[in-house]
């Protein structure tokens, strides 16, 4: 059996979260095993439907009063006694802050490793190998699990496509746990700013690189996202040059994003900036360098100036529009 864990705040899902079923189910086929679902609530939790609406066997729902609220206590709690009820082989998540934190407590309490921040996978002889970036994404490593299950595998946001989930019935269950003891008392999630923008969850990205030469430039690719209802977001040095916040990086030290639509507007490629959107579903990229690492990754690309191809673009989308 293979637990992946659903994360929720106030029984709304945590996208992610369908990334992480799309993995367990990957994997559950490769090495013939069933997958559960299983959601830590303080009630009846109304997202067990929409996941039961999922390919999985079964949906639990890890309820008691004091999981209201993410704790690292609570959770650790719930997923602890889940686990030895359930005995999985494998536990699978998605590689989130919240998991991050509570994640290696539960595997420490159990005796076992976590392997986080996977890329993809790969089944040999009914093991997986696993695959994960080092030194800044500039490598990548293959990782084997020993010892005894549950193994504790976490892969990074945009390995898998959460729309790739198969769809299913799953009966839903309700397993009462006991938590002990909440050690703090948590407060509402810092916010850098009320205009920060979780690009994690955007459909269509269009983002900007040194190719934009100027801050004032930026109000080209503005337009264009406007055009077609997607997000601004931008490679690292636009982000250390202040010309757009932190929180719109996108990369090895930004975030990490998979959406439908990405286009790259005078970005090279570094590989710090590749390894936080090359899973998107389409690439689009626009550079005057025709040798372009960018260009490796990309479905689409224009070989010109930016300031001359993104005008047409833009009154192009217009017109089709009507």
């Not at 998605?94 to 996977?118: I, M, N, W």
């Not at 040059?241 to 998979?258: E, F, H, K, M, N």
């Not at 090279?268 to 960018?294: C, F, L, R, Y």
Request: glycine share 8%.
């Amino acid at each position: 059996m293979i637990l992946v864990f659903v994360e929720h705040k106030n029984c709304v899902l945590n996208k992610t979260s369908l990334e992480a079923i799309t993995a367990a189910q990957s994997i559950g086929k490769d090495l013939g095993l069933k997958v559960t679902a299983v959601i830590p609530c303080d009630k009846d939790c109304a997202l067990a439907q929409e996941i039961a609406g999922y390919d999985l066997e079964k949906v639990i729902i890890a309820k008691n009063e004091k999981l209201g609220t993410y704790t690292p206590d609570g959770y650790a709690d719930a997923w602890e006694q889940a686990i030895k009820a359930l005995n999985p082989q494998y536990v699978v998540m998605s590689h989130t802050y919240q998991v991050r934190d509570f994640a290696p407590k539960v595997a420490a309490r159990l005796g076992r490793e976590v392997v986080g921040d996977c890329i993809r996978y790969t089944a040999d002889g009914g093991r997986l190998v696993l695959t994960r970036r080092i030194f800044l994404g500039k490598l990548d490593a293959d990782v084997t699990v020993g010892g005894d299950a549950p193994w504790f595998v976490t892969f990074q946001s945009g390995a898998f496509r959460g729309d790739n989930a198969a769809k299913g019935t799953a009966a839903v269950e309700t397993m009462d746990v006991n938590v002990g003891e909440i050690r703090m008392t948590p407060e509402d999630p810092f916010q850098e700013a009320k205009a920060s923008v979780d690009l994690t969850k955007s459909e269509i990205i269009v983002a900007v690189g040194r190719g934009i030469k100027s801050q004032e430039n930026i109000a080209l690719a503005q337009q264009l996202a406007d055009v077609l209802g997607a997000d601004l977001a931008a490679s690292r040095p636009i982000c250390d040059s202040d010309w757009l916040p932190i929180d719109r990086q996108i990369g090895s030290s930004g975030q990490t994003v998979a959406p439908k639509v990405y286009i790259a507007l005078g970005i090279s490629g570094a590989i710090q900036h590749i390894v936080g959107m090359k899973n998107a579903g389409t690439i689009i990229a626009v550079n005057k360098d025709s040798e372009a690492p960018i260009f490796d990754i990309a479905d689409y690309g224009i070989v010109g100036d930016l300031f001359e191809a993104v005008p047409v673009m833009i009154e192009e989308i217009k017109k089709a529009k009507g």
